[in-house]
C-alpha cells in the first residue's frame, strides 16, 4: 500500500509541544494550559479566549517550535514497522502560512528522528486531495481540497477529532485497522 502519514498530531506532537510552551507564557497571559484532553478545536487558537490569539500563534511560529516537537509515542517505531512490512510511507503534511521556521524545521524533525532517508519520502502540500495513495492518517478531522481524494481517511485519535466517525488509529493500536483499510 501507498501510506500518507501526517506529521503533526500524528508523528510530531505537536500538542505536547505547544502545552509545554504556553505553560512558560501562560502565567503572563493569565491562563493556564488547556489539558489535553480538553482540546476541542482542531485549530488549538480556536481553543483559548480571542484575546489571546496573537500569543497562541507566537508560540508556534517562533524560531525552533517545530524542530523541538517530542515523538507521537510510539509513532517512530511504527514508521519503521511499515516499511519492514513492504509498504510505501510518505510523509503528507501541510504547512503553515507562517512558513519560514515551520517548513525547515518540519525536514529537521523527519531527519533527526526518523533519519535523513526519510526526507526523500516527504510530500509537502497545503492541498492533500492532490495527492495519490492508498490511505491517509491525518488527525484533521475533514481533509478537504480541490479534488475527490483517492486515498482513504483513516483518523489519528485526538481529543478534538473524536465527533467524527469512521475508522482510526493510535500507534498502539493501528495494525488492524489501518493495514484492514487496504488498497481501493
Ligand atoms: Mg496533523
Known amino acids: 500500500m501507498l501510506i500518507l502519514i501526517d506529521q503533526d498530531g500524528v508523528l510530531a506532537d505537536f500538542e505536547r509541544g505547544f502545552h509545554t510552551a504556553w505553560q512558560a507564557i501562560g502565567p503572563r497571559h493569565g491562563h493556564p494550559p488547556l489539558p489535553l484532553e480538553e482540546r476541542r478545536s482542531f485549530h488549538v487558537r480556536d481553543d483559548y479566549p480571542p484575546h489571546l490569539e496573537e500569543a497562541v500563534v ?8 517545530y524542530r523541538a516537537l517530542p515523538p507521537v509515542p510510539g509513532a517512530v517505531e511504527a514508521m ?42 516527504m510530500v ?22 480541490a479534488c475527490q481524494p483517492a486515498w482513504r481517511h483513516v483518523l489519528y485519535d485526538q481529543p478534538y477529532n473524536r465527533h467524527r466517525p469512521g475508522a482510526r488509529i ?11 483499510a487496504g488498497p481501493r
Open 80 to 121: 519503521a514497522e511499515l516499511l519492514d512490512l513492504g509498504h510505501d510511507v510518505r510523509i503528507c503534511t501541510s504547512p503553515l502560512n507562517q512558513y519560514r521556521y515551520c517548513v525547515p524545521e518540519k525536514y529537521e524533525w523527519v531527519e533527526a528522528h526518523l533519519g535523513p532517508a526519510f526526507v526523500q519520502r
Open 170 to 180: 493510535t500507534w498502539a493500536d493501528w495494525r488492524a485497522v489501518l493495514l484492514a
Open 124 to 145: 509537502v502540500t497545503k492541498d492533500k486531495t492532490l495527492v495519490v495513495g492508498d490511505v491517509l492518517v491525518d488527525d484533521k478531522p475533514d481533509v478537504t481540497g
Open 58 to 65: 507566537s508560540v508556534y511560529t517562533a524560531p525552533g517550535f
